[in-house]
């Protein structure tokens, strides 16, 4: 009997799993691919808040860059890369908002060096810019490195059984609670408010002998020079999908697209590529994560007491699945939001600290009832 199982060893599964080793719990990580097999295998992975005027998303992913920067430092030195990150604005609306953005930023801004802007485009050039300390962490060997004090088993997970104190798994394992953290994958608990949509992403590993001192944002992100090579990413393909789609990926054209947003920023001279990553984004139609407990639509629906046309729903009224929580629909920015996540997941699967309502996943529910 373990203390935690996690289905999913994307960043997500991987973070809550460390947080539970760290206090000497008994986790189990089952994934069906291999550590960073999905999504996160395939990311940058930029460590970078969100750059716009206003909002909760710009809110959380602050608190969490702030967070994650730390975290990764402090637990996983070897695994990032601290490098100034110079982003540009794409047109003079996003430029409006860096304005905004550097007037209000509690984050130390740098001055970009002359010999830096005199590499980049003319257009990039004359564009509106702010540079901050940033990161980059290498995302498969950070998920292998969070997941290490867990049992790792390769398994698809099908069955989910909640049984006298204990969720069966298969009827293979057996866990006293259950994370599920599965990214854009096909869903394990039909619940109809849980609704997910997979963005496909393409990015590359190039060599190139032009160097580069800054990790460079606009059109797409292009990393610093490290062993060599440069990152340059991602696509956000909504067309494709692997689990749909009839057509295969065309890789070539993906290649195509990246090479040439890089270019309208930074000239990358004798390129070949080293490497292809690909992978699914998992985004909520909010924009904002799923952390926390899973509401039972069909046993809430049935409550009679529960009031579920108001305006202000209370969710601490909705039936949940006993000891079962999500971690889920962190978009573009699962390297960010996850260290953050996961500890706000596990305060409250261990000491019962309250998750904000505007990343539970019970907001879901409130609006697909109300409408019904
Ligand atoms: C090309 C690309 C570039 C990106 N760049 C960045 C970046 O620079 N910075 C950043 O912060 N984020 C970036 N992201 C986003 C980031 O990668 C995602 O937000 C993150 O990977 C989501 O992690 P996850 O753990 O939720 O999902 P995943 O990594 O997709 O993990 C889900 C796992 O669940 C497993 N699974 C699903 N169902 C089952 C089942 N039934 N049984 C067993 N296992 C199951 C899958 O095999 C998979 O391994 C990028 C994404 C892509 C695709």
């Given at each position: 009997m373990y203390d935690i199982a996690i289905v999913g060893a994307g960043i997500n599964g991987c973070s809550v799993a460390y947080e539970f080793t760290q206090v000497g719990k008994k986790v189990l990580l089952l994934d069906m691919q291999k550590v960073a097999g999905g999504g996160s295998g395939a990311a940058g992975a930029f460590i970078s808040p969100k750059f716009s005027k206003a909002g909760e998303l710009k809110e959380l992913l602050h608190h969490a860059f702030v967070y994650s920067m730390e975290y990764y430092n402090t637990h996983f030195p070897h695994l990032i890369q601290n490098k100034p990150l110079l982003h540009i604005a794409q047109n003079e609306k996003d430029a409006q908002s860096l304005r905004v953005y550097k007037q209000n930023s509690s984050l130390k801004l740098l001055t970009p060096p002359n010999s830096l802007l005199k590499k980049l485009s003319l257009k990039a050039q004359n564009q509106e810019n702010i540079s901050i300390n940033a990161g980059l962490v290498h995302a498969e060997l950070l998920c292998q490195a969070m997941a290490k004090g867990a049992t790792i088993r390769t398994h698809e997970v099908k069955n989910l059984i909640y049984e006298e104190e204990y969720w069966l798994i298969d009827e293979l394992y057996s866990a006293k609670e259950l994370v599920l953290?599965?990214?854009?994958?096909?869903?394990?608990?039909?619940?109809?408010?849980?609704q997910l949509r997979g963005v496909w992403g393409h990015r590359i590993d190039v060599s190139t002998t032009t160097p580069n001192s800054h990790s460079l944002h606009q059109f797409v992100s292009i990393s610093a020079t490290h062993e060599g090579k440069i990152a340059i990413g991602a696509t956000h393909n909504?067309?494709?999908?692997?689990?749909?789609?009839k057509e295969p990926y065309n890789v070539q054209n993906g290649r195509e697209e990246l090479l040439n947003k890089a270019s309208q920023t930074l000239k990358l001279d004798n390129i070949k590529i080293e490497k292809d990553y690909m992978g699914l984004r998992s985004g909520s139609f909010d924009y904002m994560p799923l952390v926390g407990k899973l509401v039972m639509s069909k046993e809430t629906l049935q409550n009679?007491?529960?009031?579920?046309?108001?305006?202000?729903?209370?969710?601490?009224e909705y039936d949940y699945y006993p000891h079962l929580t999500m971690i889920n629909?962190?978009?573009?920015y699962g390297f960010v939001l996850a260290p953050y996540l996961a500890k706000l997941l596990t305060e409250h699967i261990l000491q019962g600290k309250a998750i904000s309502d505007r990343i539970s996943p019970a907001r879901f529910f409130a609006r697909y009832a109300k409408k019904l």
């Open positions: 953290a599965t990214g854009a994958y096909k869903k394990l608990m039909p619940e109809p408010y849980i909504l067309e494709y999908h692997p689990q749909t789609s009679k007491n529960i009031r579920l046309k108001t305006k202000k729903p209370n969710y601490e629909g962190s978009g573009g």
